[in-house]
């Protein structure tokens, strides 16, 4: 038996790692996209679906206000909010300086059908998704308009940044997006992409409107517009650019983080795209592995070998990873957090599959 788990935890560390340094690899050689000139200026429609974000709406239209970009639409969908979040934004949608159309999802609630409601009111050659809680560069939509110009991308993988507080959970959550989104974005650049977010993505019009969303789901927008864009062989692109970067805020509380990642592990059981699965299933046994040898070291010590080589290997390549967010996100992480992080990672992951288990999942005051 112990051979056996020596054999498995051999073969899944060295998978990891090699993964991970690929990964690396392609980041750190590939370019940053730097725009040009416009030979033509196409329109775009920004749709964002909100539900209840009556703190998060003004910021949004204000950095909104300041896109450089002049040819494009913004169509906000309100998801039957129960609070005065548009109310609270009059003047601002008043001194906006491209047109704004505001729709009421009325008929069938959830983001998926706001978002496909959206869609189907828009007339510009690019859809644009993004969330209430975001804000953007000044230039997002202008690199974004640029890229898609001179690549004419079916859909276009961009990338979000979390801000963070000066707390350790705030920070924890930060770390892993970074992760997230860099071995996301490497995999996209290899034309393999594996994940996007729904923060900051832009599809054809004509993809968006086809694309099944499998709207019986409650949440995964983005990944099963991903999953069908790959299924019908549509061209993706990553667009690597600082000025392309949406930022968004991480969790504030425990129960909402947990909330949160739950629900994003749970969609992925309706995921059929085996690079997606294969790269999750990697993922997830390097963490489970740690999880399991903690608990089996209480009755054999010899297994503390084994997690003390896991640990050091995933701090070492996972922090080489996170450190080529420095200059492109700005992130600058601490060596030190990392591996206190780290060490509760075990922890972490046992939480959120223990939340799935017992705990009713919420996304807006509604049941998952």
Known sequence: ????????????????????????????????????????????????????????????????????????????????????????????????????????????????????????????????????????????????????????????????????????????????????????????????????????????????????????????DDMFLLEWVKKNNKSIDYIKSPFAIVSTKTEPTINKMLNQKSRWALKSKHYSDATVLLTGAIVALMNILLVLIIFVSFFDSIYTVYYSFLILLKIIVDFRLIKLGDEFFQLNPKFHLFIYYQLLYPLYVLLVFLYSLFIPLEWKGRKI
Request: one cysteine or more; glycine letters at 4%.
């Open 1 to 220: 038996m112990q051979a056996v788990f020596s054999i498995l935890v051999f073969v899944v560390s060295v998978i990891y790692a090699i993964q991970s340094e690929r990964w690396r690899a392609i980041w750190k050689n590939s370019l940053n996209f730097k725009t040009g000139s416009f030979t033509n200026y196409p329109k775009l429609s920004v749709i964002i679906a909100f539900c209840n974000e009556e703190d998060n709406l003004p910021n949004l239209l204000k950095s909104l206000q300041k896109q450089t970009y002049n040819n494009w639409e913004l169509i906000l969908v309100d998801d039957n909010s129960e609070d005065n979040g548009l109310i609270h934004c009059k003047e601002l949608l008043v001194d906006f300086p491209v047109k704004v159309h505001i729709l009421l999802n009325e008929f069938k609630a959830g983001k998926k059908y706001a978002l496909q409601y959206g869609a189907q009111y828009s007339n510009g050659e690019l859809i644009v998704t993004t969330d209430a809680d975001c804000i953007f560069n000044d230039n997002w939509l202008k690199t974004i308009a640029n890229f898609y110009q001179l690549n004419d991308s079916d859909l276009i993988i961009a990338p979000v940044f979390q801000l963070a507080d000066e707390n350790h959970l705030s920070l924890f959550q930060q770390y892993e997006f970074a992760a997230l989104q860099l071995s996301g974005a490497a995999a996209a650049l290899e034309r393999n992409p594996i994940m996007l977010n729904g923060a900051n993505l832009a599809c054809k019009r004509s993809v968006y409107l086809n694309a099944d969303l499998r709207t019986k789901i409650a949440s995964g």
